[in-house]
């Protein structure tokens, strides 16, 4: 007698591994603003960073909602829907290791190699994928509650709640930057990218897209990761005056969370910053492990060589950088706007008939 | 083949994590506890430290000189090490203290950052605490001290007086006078780098002085407190002083207030910690429900910087000799004072540039308001209600 599993059950079992999935595209796109907000919001509007980054809210909302129509299989080109999904996760995942380099070399590890810096994050990262598909993010569904609250409380925690001076003047350096900065931002929605790949547990699942959970169930979870990129943006605002945040020079600077007025430095800064870290290196690592999952869906001969290309590629390229000046990622990193919005076009179109 | 992979890229971590992250030895660092800049010939800087030296003797070889440009050890206690050097910034000071010892110099446990009067009344205060800041990544929470005398003096003749630890011993010092209110608030690097280069607010440090213990003259009928450092009517094992602020504006220190007027700022500036106030020989204990609110408004042209507080306090010890009009009479005509001596000062150590920066929707029209001016010219309104229970 054939084992089934009744359907119910099924269908729980599929909503869960999409609710995995719906998480970690939630805790990229949170991550993914934060490094971004504080690469090029900053430098160009300086404390109104955190008012740019709004932006990325409805823009990672609508690539979200637009990601769970191509899971269900609306969109033409599915091909080059892949590829592109494919191309960007690689791109994204290169942006966050070098969020991650810059930060934990010049705030944690001031005195290391930056290139040793590097090799450890990639090799934490290339341990995570090859653990399998479903081990990364099995291990991001678990800290979905402890990540988040571990950074708001710990962030809030460092602030002086004294005077709300550092959020002024609003505008920042005006609105025409404000608006340049918010264009910018709208790369920041590339994560959720992630929703367009079903979960890998579930490829070969028939009753998958029947039992596809609604566009909310992803959209309002990475609307709620892209709100806490947007928060920790508010408490570097608030953390410092704008003539403070002007005179930090380097990423990673800008990107520790440091009250000017109550300074104090220790266990509770440093495990701040270290969740910041992992923040980024989940992203990394869910990016590549996107990336290989999309190229698979373009080539299927690929296989498990899928994973393998990326992470060599990545690898290649993180030394370039690593070469050259991780500055570089930052300043490119914009450009991931281009994808989300060719993606947003390629997924016109009707849905396909079953 | 997974397992394969995992187990190569194990071993490799192996081999990069085993002591390859620039770790450092405790010993194989000069952790500076107190650090002083003082002005030196022709336009140079001397910096003296007080590091550990993590023996139980004095240093062998005392007085001993480097040649060039004049690097310096001198040992003066037991377990610490007095080291100095004359350069052209103070980077270079610390690069040249670096390379004339055997031992990094590391900031991350300074407790005390001292500067001579005649440095803090120029533009480079700002400069040098910005390199010890950012580029020797000097402890944040560093507490920066204006002294009239020699600040390399200062540190010196500074030890232990309690206990053995001069970290500790300077940490509690420093909370000591604070909850008394007799050194401001806010005088810790980040907060005094962060006011300078800010345009809302400037930045108020500790001011202290070394008392030869040669002067009697006790000012009848004022507060013991209503002075400066340096000649207290007091003995003690320590010379070193401090009671009162070193104001400044921007980046540039511009006078001076005594014990009492530091107290009156952080009550106005809503960061006082004490919690009784003597007045007239009587002790009342504050309560937590008193206020102070500060507001910033516009009659015309004009702008007036305006303070309410509200004080509700009750007798613990002593007999009452004031009404509390009286008592609040007092109180604002100090608040009064003080405000205008800042004021004349173009000192805003209170921070009405942070309720004025509200008015203006971006960064170039408030660079372009002339806060200070309107600061300078701005009429001041205090009021105070005192309800003693």
């Known amino acids: 007698m054939p084992n089934m599993i009744p359907e119910t059950v099924l269908f729980a079992r599929i909503r869960a591994a999409y609710r995995v999935r719906a998480v970690s595209a939630a805790v990229c796109v949170g991550a993914s603003v934060f490094a971004l907000g504080a690469g090029v919001g900053i430098p160009l509007c300086l404390n109104a960073a955190y008012l740019a980054a709004l932006a990325a809210l409805p823009a990672a909302g609508l690539t979200a909602l637009l990601a769970r129509r191509v899971l269900v299989g609306a969109g033409r080109f599915a091909r080059a829907r892949h590829a592109l999904i494919g191309l960007t996760l690689l791109a994204l995942a290169l942006f966050a290791f070098a969020a991650t380099v810059s930060l934990v070399h010049q705030t944690l590890l001031p005195l290391a190699r930056i290139s040793f810096v590097a090799q450890v994050s990639f090799l934490f990262a290339g341990l995570c994928c090859a653990t399998g598909a479903q081990g990364a993010p099995r291990m991001t569904f678990a800290l979905r509650g402890v990540l988040p609250v571990g950074l708001a409380a710990l962030s809030l925690s460092t602030l002086s709640f004294e005077t709300a001076a550092g959020l002024f003047p609003l505008l920042g350096t005006g609105a025409r930057n404000l608006g340049l900065s918010a264009l910018c931002m709208i790369a920041a929605a590339a994560p959720a990218l992630l929703i367009a790949l079903p979960p890998p547990e579930l490829k070969d699942v028939p009753q998958r897209e029947r039992a596809t959970p609604g566009a909310w169930f992803f959209v309002w979870r990475v609307m709620l990761g892209a709100a806490l990129g947007v928060g920790l943006l508010m408490v570097l605002s608030l953390c410092s005056t704008y003539e403070g945040l002007a005179a930090q020079q380097t990423w990673g600077r800008r990107m520790l969370i440091f009250c000017q007025r109550e300074p104090h430095e220790g266990l509770g ?11 980024l290196l989940l992203c990394a690592i869910h990016g590549l492990l996107g990336a290989a999952q999309a190229w698979q869906a373009v080539w299927p001969r690929l296989g498990r060589g899928a994973l393998g290309g990326c992470l060599l590629v990545c690898a290649l390229l993180l030394t370039a950088l690593v070469v050259a000046g991780v500055g570089i990622a930052r300043r490119v990193a914009p450009l991931l706007g281009v994808p989300v919005l060719l993606f947003g076009v390629l997924c016109l179109g009707r849905r396909k008939k079953p | 083949m997974k397992r394969l992979l995992c187990a190569a890229l194990l071993l490799s971590l192996l081999g990069l994590l085993s002591g390859c992250g620039g770790g450092q030895e405790i010993e194989g660092r000069l952790f500076v506890i107190a650090m ?8 140079n800087l001397t910096m003296t430290v007080k590091a550990l030296s993590g023996t139980q003797g004095t240093a062998a070889s005392q007085g001993e000189e480097a040649s060039g440009d004049g690097g310096s050890m001198e040992s003066t206690e037991p377990g610490y090490v007095t080291l100095s050097a004359t350069a052209g910034s103070a980077l270079k000071a610390l690069d040249l203290l670096s390379a004339t010892t055997p031992r990094s110099v590391d900031l991350s446990q300074l407790r005390e950052i001292v500067i001579n009067r005649t440095l803090a009344e120029t533009d480079a ?11 020797y990544e000097a402890n944040g929470a560093a507490v920066v001290v204006v002294t009239p005398d020699d600040a390399g003096d200062f540190i010196r003749r500074q030890y232990a007086l309690f206990g053995v630890r001069l970290s500790q011993y300077l940490e509690v010092l420093f909370e000591h006078f604070a909850e008394l209110g007799t050194i401001p608030s806010g005088a810790m690097l980040s907060t005094v780098i962060g006011a300078m280069e800010s345009g809302t607010i400037d930045a108020a440090a500790v001011y202290a002085a070394g008392n030869a213990f040669d002067a009697t003259l006790v000012m009848d009928g004022e507060s013991p407190t209503d002075r400066l450092p340096g ?10 002083e401090y009671l009162g602020s070193a104001i400044f504006s921007g980046p540039r220190m511009v006078g001076t207030l005594t014990g009492d007027e530091t107290a009156m700022l952080r009550l106005i500036s809503g960061r006082a910690l004490i919690t009784t106030l003597t007045i007239d020989e009587a002790l009342y204990q504050v309560s937590t429900r008193s206020s102070i609110r500060r507001n910033l408004t516009y009659e015309g042209e004009q702008a007036v910087l305006g303070v309410q507080i509200h004080i509700r306090m009750s007798l613990v010890g002593g007999t009452q000799r004031s009404t509390e009009a009286e008592l609040a009479q007092r109180l604002e005509q100090s608040a009064q004072a003080l405000m205008l001596r800042l004021q004349a000062a173009s000192c805003d150590a209170v921070g009405y540039g942070q309720l004025a920066v509200r008015q203006y929707p971006d960064i ?8 200070e001016q309107t600061y300078r010219q701005a009429q001041v309104r205090v009021t105070v209600d005192v309800d003693i229970q």
Do not use: K, Y
């Not at chain 1, 800064?269 to 923040?279: D, G, R, V």
């Not at chain 2, 002083?36 to 336009?43: E, K, L």
């Open chain 1, 269 to 279: 800064e440093t495990i701040l910053t270290l969740l910041q870290a992992l923040s």
């Open chain 2, 36 to 43: 002083a800049v003082d002005p030196a010939q022709d336009g």
């Open chain 2, 231 to 240: 000649h207290l009517p007091r003995t003690s094992p320590a010379m070193n």
């Open chain 2, 364 to 371: 170039p029209s408030w660079e372009q308001s002339n806060w």
């Open chain 2, 125 to 135: 205060t700002l400069t040098i605490l910005r390199e010890i800041h950012a580029l």
